[in-house]
Structure formats: structure tokens, C-alpha cells
């Protein structure tokens, strides 16, 4: 008897579900060629089951997830988080003052190059990169914040380096671990007597002088003298930092923040006026 078609299989095994082959047999409702087409189908049906389960394990096992995230993950391109930084063309080094000008400090701070700077050559470099990473040049977004930050960076290590003062407050402070601009520094750093008779007789001259018809005369003068101290105490502050000599470049650094604050007295006195404020700057 030829085998019948797969969907009349189909059917007569549903019909017979309830119903054990051999009971089946006996009622006369399927033939045993036809229990026998029944058993081949289900045998089939199964056999197409596992098959199937087998191919979907073997797709879906964790570890081919994995690989197939991966995959995708590296085809796909690297946009900026939160932990990355954004690039930014021509950023300079930003790990110490310093490295944001390699053309004009190549060797670094002193000893191993001199304390005194070209002012002009600083700020042509600083132009050139202010030019480079100007946050202009990008969109809004996480780019442009980090060039806004590197200007600002950049600002700032030139502001520093251009003022004999703030470099060595810088050096000290970053490189030796001495801050003379501390709410303790009065006592941690006190000015040496000879130079605290200096600036008493300074404050003295302007109590006398401050009210007379001379006395915008006498304040010039007091303005290029201390013009010359602030000379002289930069020029040994170099030379003590050339040399190594950290004790010395700390007295000096004093030193020259109190002359810097006689010379900002004598700027801002008016005529009339006698006596001068002396406040440190930072």
C-alpha cells in the first residue's frame, strides 16, 4: 500500500492521539501500514525537533552572544564619552606649565634651564597655540569644552610664567612643596629683618612727605627706587634658582612679594594721602 500524503498522515495521528497504536489495531481504524506511516511521521517530526533544538542551542549559547557583541561593537564607530576625552588638533602637553611651551622652555624648569624667560618668544608661542586650539574652531559639544579648557590652561601657564613673581610662587609651590602665598606664610615665612627695616622706612617716608607740596615728587622717586629692589631681588632669585639653591630662591620669593606690594602702594597713592597699604598679591 503506497504511503499516504503528509497532511492525511497528519491528520489520522491526531485522530488517533487519544488511542494506543495496538488498541487502534484491533478496533480496525488504522491498518498497520497505516500505524506504521503514523510511527515513520512522528519518528520524522521528532527527528526535525531535535534537529532544530540542536541548531538553536548552538546559535544562542552565551558565548556566541558574546563574540556576535563584540563583533558589533568593534565594527561599530567610537563616539566620546564621559570618560574619554574629546581630541583636540595641536593640544599642547598639558603636565606642567612648562611642557605647554617646548619651543621656548625645551629643557624644563630650572635648574635645568635658566629662571629668567624671553617674554617675547613666550608669547609668540602662546599666540601660536591660543591660535591652534581656539574653541572656536569647533561645534558645540564635548570638543569645544575641552578646547575652552586647554585656552583656559594655556592662559594661565602664560599669566604665570610671565611674571617673575607667580613663576617662582609656581616653582616653589608645584615642583618643592613650598607655598609662601599660605595663610601661615607670615609665620612659616617671615621677611628678614634687614629688608622689614626697608619697607618701614618707605611707610615713613610717605608719613612725612604724603601731605606736602613735594610730595608726588617724592612718590616717583620712591617708585624708581623700588623699581631697582625689585630688579636686584629678581636678578638673586634667578641666580638661586640657576644654582639649585631652594632656601635662597624661598628668601628671595619673600622678599620680592613685599617689594611687588610697596610698588602696588605707591601706584595707587593719592596726593594727600599719608600712608600706603601694603597687601600681598597671590
Not at 563616539?79 to 576625552?85: F, M
Not at 579648557?149 to 613650598?178: C, F, K, M, V, W
Not at 617708585?223 to 625689585?230: L, V
Amino acid at each position: 500500500m503506497a504511503l499516504r500524503g503528509p497532511n492525511f498522515v497528519r491528520n489520522l495521528c491526531r485522530s488517533a492521539k487519544s488511542r494506543t497504536v495496538a488498541t487502534s489495531s484491533r478496533q480496525g481504524l488504522i491498518s498497520p501500514s497505516q500505524r506504521d506511516e503514523c510511527t515513520l511521521y512522528h519518528s520524522r517530526t521528532q527527528s526535525r525537533r531535535n534537529q532544530t533544538l540542536g541548531s538553536t542551542r548552538s546559535i544562542y549559547t552565551p558565548s556566541s552572544v558574546t563574540i556576535r557583541r563584540a563583533a558589533s561593537t568593534a565594527a561599530s564607530p567610537q563616539t566620546p564619552t564621559e570618560s574619554s576625552e574629546p581630541s583636540v588638533t595641536g593640544a599642547p602637553d598639558i603636565t606642567n606649565h612648562y611642557t605647554i611651551f617646548p619651543k621656548t622652555l625645551p629643557a624644563g624648569p630650572p635648574p635645568a634651564s635658566p629662571f629668567e624667560i624671553s617674554i617675547g618668544d613666550l608669547r609668540r608661542e602662546f599666540l601660536q597655540l591660543q591660535g591652534t586650539v581656539h574653541p572656536d574652531k569647533y561645534p558645540s559639544g564635548p570638543a569645544k569644552q575641552h578646547a575652552e579648557a586647554l585656552s583656559a590652561r594655556i592662559n594661565e601657564a602664560y599669566r604665570t610664567l610671565s611674571d617673575p613673581l607667580q613663576r617662582a610662587q609656581y616653582l616653589l609651590r608645584e615642583l618643592h612643596g613650598i607655598d609662601v602665598t599660605a595663610e601661615d606664610a607670615s609665620t612659616k615665612h617671615a621677611l628678614d629683618a634687614a629688608t622689614l627695616m626697608e619697607v618701614m622706612e618707605v611707610q615713613e617716608t610717605i608719613e612725612e612727605v604724603g601731605a606736602s607740596p613735594e610730595a608726588e615728587a617724592e612718590i616717583d622717586a620712591l617708585k624708581d627706587e623700588n623699581q631697582m629692589r625689585i630688579a636686584g631681588c629678581v636678578d638673586a632669585l634667578a641666580k638661586a634658582f640657576d644654582r639649585g639653591d631652594i632656601e635662597g630662591a624661598r628668601a628671595e620669593c619673600v622678599k620680592l612679594r613685599f617689594w611687588y606690594s610697596v610698588g602696588e602702594g605707591l601706584r595707587e597713592w593719592e596726593p594727600g594721602s599719608t600712608e600706603i597699604r601694603l597687601v600681598h598679591g597671590s
